[in-house]
């Protein structure tokens, strides 16, 4: 049967040079299928269910369980015959493994001039198609497609089998099917596998080592840790034993070691990292039995094994100390070792008494010592003797050391070990290791070229060393070669030759300062002032405690920081997860405390600013290493949650979310923590700023946007998760937000001032522009005007309501400060501050405003309604809608009452075809609201009730001219009459 795919004759020739080649993946004709074939249906031989499980001996046999083939077996024997027998063939190959993930899974790209060939051919090819290419619209894969990625590493286009796929995330996990490692890649770096790019095979093969299985269940740490510095990026040989079909074909392998010509297989097993498969693992009643069984001795020898008790002493390097030292052994620029110059006469003298002690023993044919045990290895170079460590057994007669006075290892022959006297312990380990601060592998190895470099600037010679910090159990290190002037620095030209990458390195006072931080932290039951900081939904929030001293600290720390990071370099290419930084913000264009949340392929990175909540992608170059002094002040932005409710449905809507932050924006509150849990504080938030405070918990639930704990939500049916998907009106919010920032002119209390109404949020908030007001802007309009017109590249902003912001005015194109009232899908709703004009823009509209602009006050007014309060139970939309009716875009007269938190509180008086409408009286006889008293008038009331004498004196006089007024009213004005009214003025 043919192989069906849609290629031209000549592309068919090419792809059938490698049908001969097992290791070519040319015949797995599904590969290449943009939709994957389905594998094919495996069934179990004795009871016809799905089977995955195959006969270990014949390879060709299904199963569902064990069980299945033990009963089975009676007939299957008959016809079972071992796999070796059908393939006539142990195909030998040379390759390098590009990719080791673990025994069972690694990675071999074949060495041959064809491949090499095939791989030029495919880069330049790859290269051509789509490094100039116009991307017109975001390419969408599918699961099992050959598609091609941008590396993040190196930005080269490579092909790539995609292996999962997010929409929602728009990315996907993909693996390079011509080098072996996997990536998540997002949609914006994947592209279709053009019809010109030709279909050689993968270069590839997956492989995992025949014949043996891991002794813990899984191939552990330990023995990744160990196998992968001996075959990664090496030149290995060895022959397939086994093709196993699975979903794509991989290959069981054996490989020979390079250099000491072990088998990996025989080393696995040695070390006790595996154990051999003698027999099939399902064959016979007693299968899965002596399997467990073989686990189990294993085990039991392991534990019998008991460490020596000699131990060599360790050197002991400080942070910031600085020594010459010879490099002794280099693996790669981050794993080497180097020694001290100063203790090289007391080396020579051990080295002495090691070879003088070791030539007068005698052959110690049945020395066996234990891993980890220290003793003296005869090199096989100089076959001088050296005090070395036994790192792990690759077989009964051998062992792989470690020379612990310069860093290098070797397998050995036990023959050539031998025990070491206790007074050859005296020199501590000699050997160093190392690794270079502030570089790293622009791969994920390092290549022949970056080694060869490091040994060539430092063999020989007498290198300066100074330590920067710690990792694991290696030295961060800076290596000076001060043998020319000026001085030299290895990490610097390692970087500048392009071989390595520059990541963060610490100064010594830094890395002295460790980097600890602490948050501020609330009790229950605690009471403080806050101000809202971010808002995500009434589930998730920021808050800061208003204190004066944490405030103006935090405004300090700011200026500090500003300073700081203008005069530093960017420091690393990719930062660590949760590790503190500076971070700059878009925004307002400031520097911000940080911590790093996530690292994106796309050359971004996530980070939180800790002092104020908000969650933001920035640029590499836009981050800097923090100093320790910044992180003396506890972060200030406290993550907090509405307690004691819950929203109406699984998910806060969007409109609870803005009413939230409507009713939060700016305003000082008063917050009682009734819970604390992982996800911050419960709080309970109580506006003060009126005389009839108000619980913000309380307002959601009256207004049908929340419900109380305890009560069911509405389309609550099922438990299934719902991803939580943000609104992108939450997806940029200021690290210092604007509400706080700006202010508007204020009138005196009791001043009448006639605006326009331009906007009512509610009885609480609503915008007026004074109509007399002319205002000085012209030189801060021009200002601002050059400012925006002279930002090229224009940053991505999405404002909330209540936000300063600059907007272009459509009439004329220029720019002027503007508040937002309101935000859709694509538009923004907004009011030009110093004109009264409202216009409803795109978000390409509308900028960040720079607080600069912000000193002079905007020449609209915030106002709220005094002497009127909504009734409990009250419909507010409805309130507010009225409201509108009355006031919306209406010439009216306010007259100031009191000013708080720069909000006008006024009563309101409107002409109308009646007369002079007062807009409070006209809510409360609507049913819509309540009178209340003021402050002044509580105050007076209180200064009325206290004057007793003069009060009673003058009630009296008062009943007396209502008699007087009753009488004009109520009797006809004769000349009769006029005696009694004269009667009733004098006893008045």
Not at 119 to 126: A, F, N, Q, R, T
Not at 447 to 468: C, H, R
Not at 537 to 544: A, I, L, W
Request: glycine share 4%; proline share 4%.
């Amino acid at each position: 049967s043919g192989i069906n795919t849609n290629l031209s004759p000549t592309k068919s020739k090419e792809i059938q040079k490698f049908n001969g080649n097992p290791l070519s993946l040319c015949y797995d004709s599904k590969l290449f299928n943009s939709l994957l074939i389905p594998s094919k249906s495996t069934t179990c031989h004795r009871c016809g269910l799905y089977g995955s499980l195959r006969c270990s001996q014949c390879k060709q046999t299904y199963y569902c369980s064990a069980a299945c083939q033990r009963k089975d077996w009676s007939a299957h024997n008959i016809v079972c015959k071992p796999v070796n027998k059908l393939i006539n063939y142990f195909c030998c190959w040379k390759g390098i493994v590009t990719e080791f993930k673990h025994p069972g899974e690694f990675y071999l790209q074949i060495y041959s001039s064809a491949v090499l060939e095939y791989i030029g051919k495919l880069s330049v090819s790859l290269r051509e198609t789509y490094t100039n290419m116009a991307i017109q619209e975001e390419y969408i894969p599918i699961k099992g497609e050959v598609c091609v990625a941008k590396y993040f590493v190196d930005q080269t286009w490579n092909r790539i089998i995609v292996q999962e796929v997010d929409v929602l995330q728009k990315k996907a996990q993909v693996l390079y099917i011509d080098f072996g490692n996997g990536e998540v890649v997002p949609f914006s770096r994947l592209q279709q596998l053009k019809k010109n790019i030709e279909l050689f095979p993968p270069c590839a093969i997956k492989c995992r080592v025949a014949n043996v299985i891991p002794t813990a269940g899984g191939w552990t740490n330990d023995c990744i840790n160990t196998v992968k510095p001996l075959i990664a990026e090496q030149y290995c040989s060895g022959k397939i034993l086994d093709i196993i079909q699975e979903e794509f074909i991989s290959f069981a392998v054996d490989i020979e070691l390079p250099g000491s010509g072990k088998h990996l297989d025989c080393v696995l097993v040695e070390m006790g990292h595996g154990l051999r498969l003698k027999e099939q693992i399902i064959k016979s009643e007693n299968s899965n039995e002596s399997y467990f069984e073989a686990i189990r001795n294993k085990s039991d020898e392991e534990e019998k094994s008991v460490e020596q008790g000699n131990n060599l002493k360790m050197l002991s390097l400080n942070i910031g100390e600085e020594f010459s030292a010879a490099i002794a052994h280099i693996l790669t620029p981050e794993d080497f070792f180097c020694q001290y110059l100063k203790n090289s006469s007391q080396l020579c003298e051990l080295q002495l008494s090691v070879n003088e002690y070791c030539g007068r023993l005698p052959a110690h044919s049945n020395f066996h010592p234990a891993v980890g045990d220290v003793c003296c290895a005869q090199y096989t170079e100089d076959n001088q003797w050296y005090r070395a460590s036994v790192l792990a057994y690759v077989s009964e007669d051998s062992a792989l050391v470690g020379y612990v006075d310069y860093g290098n290892f070797e397998i050995l022959n036990l023959s050539r070990l031998c025990p070491m006297s206790p007074n050859l312990f005296k020199l501590p380990v000699q050997a160093i290791k190392c690794s270079l601060a502030g570089v790293k592998s622009p791969s994920k190895t390092w290549t022949l070229e970056a080694i060869s470099m490091m040994k060539k600037l430092v063999q020989n010679k007498m290198i300066t060393v100074k330590v920067v910090d710690k990792k694991d159990n290696s030295s961060l290190v800076e290596l000076m070669d001060t043998s020319v002037n000026p001085s030299i620095s290895i990490n610097k030209c390692l970087i500048d030759a392009g071989i390595a990458d520059m990541t963060a390195m610490l100064t010594v006072e830094e890395s002295l300062n460790k980097m600890e931080w602490t948050k501020v932290e609330l009790a229950v039951n605690q009471v403080v002032d806050v101000l809202v900081c971010m808002v995500y939904n009434p589930g998730e929030f920021y808050c800061q405690i208003l204190k004066e001293d944490a405030m103006y600290r935090l405004n300090e720390l700011n200026k500090s920081l500003a300073k700081y990071c203008q005069q530093s370099s960017p420091y690393f290419l990719k930062p660590t997860v949760g590790e503190p930084c500076c971070a700059f913000f878009l925004g307002d264009y400031n520097w911000y405390r940080a911590l790093v949340k996530e690292i994106l392929p796309n050359g971004y990175v996530k980070v939180h600013f800790v002092d104020y909540g908000n969650v933001e992608e920035v640029k590499l170059d836009k981050l800097r290493q923090i100093s320790a002094e910044f992180l003396r002040l506890p972060f200030q932005g406290i993550q907090c949650w509405l307690s004691d409710i819950k929203p109406i449905r699984r998910e806060w809507s969007k409109e609870a979310t803005a009413r939230f932050r409507m009713y939060v924006a700016g305003i000082k509150l008063r917050a009682r923590v009734l819970d604390i849990r992982d996800r911050g504080a419960g709080l309970q938030l109580t506006d003060l700023s009126t005389d009839h405070p108000q619980t913000i918990n309380d307002i959601l639930i009256s207004e049908n946007l929340a419900l109380k704990e305890g009560l069911p939500s509405r389309g609550n049916c099922n438990n299934n998760p719902i991803k939580k998907i943000n609104s992108h009106i939450d997806s940029k919010i200021q690290a210092t937000s604007s509400p706080y920032l700006w202010k508007t002119i204020e009138f005196p209390v009791n001043a009448s001032i006639p605006v326009h109404i331009l906007e009512v949020i509610n009885p609480n908030l609503f915008y007026a522009f004074p109509i007399n007001n002319k205002g000085k802007l012209q030189r801060m309009t021009m200002e601002l005007l050059e400012h925006c017109n002279s930002q090229k590249n224009r940053p991505s902003f999405t404002p909330r309501i209540g936000d300063a912001c600059c907007a272009r005015f459509l009439c004329d194109n220029y720019w002027y400060r503007a508040i937002v009232l309101d935000i859709s899908n694509s538009e923004v709703k907004v009011v030009y501050v110093d004109y009264g004009n409202i216009e409803t823009l795109p978000f390409s509209r509308v900028l960040p405003i720079s607080p600069s602009f912000l000193e002079l006050p905007f020449q609209i007014i915030r106002c709220s309604f005094e002497g009127i309060m909504q009734l409990p139970g009250s419909d507010s939309l409805l309130v507010t809608d009225q409201l509108k009716k009355l006031v919306l875009n209406q010439r009216v007269l306010i007259t100031v009452k009191g000013i708080h938190e720069n909000v006008h509180a006024v009563s309101v008086l409107k002409q109308s075809e009646n007369g002079t409408l007062n807009i409070a009286d006209t809510l409360v006889l609507e049913g819509l609201a309540k009178p209340i008293k003021s402050h002044n008038q509580s105050v007076l009331d209180k200064e009325i009730h206290q004057i007793n004498c003069c009060c009673l004196e003058l009630q009296k006089k008062v009943e007396k001219h209502e008699q007087i007024l009753l009488f004009l009213l109520t009797k006809s004005i004769d000349q009769d009459k006029f005696t009694e009214m004269k009667s009733l003025l004098r006893l008045a």
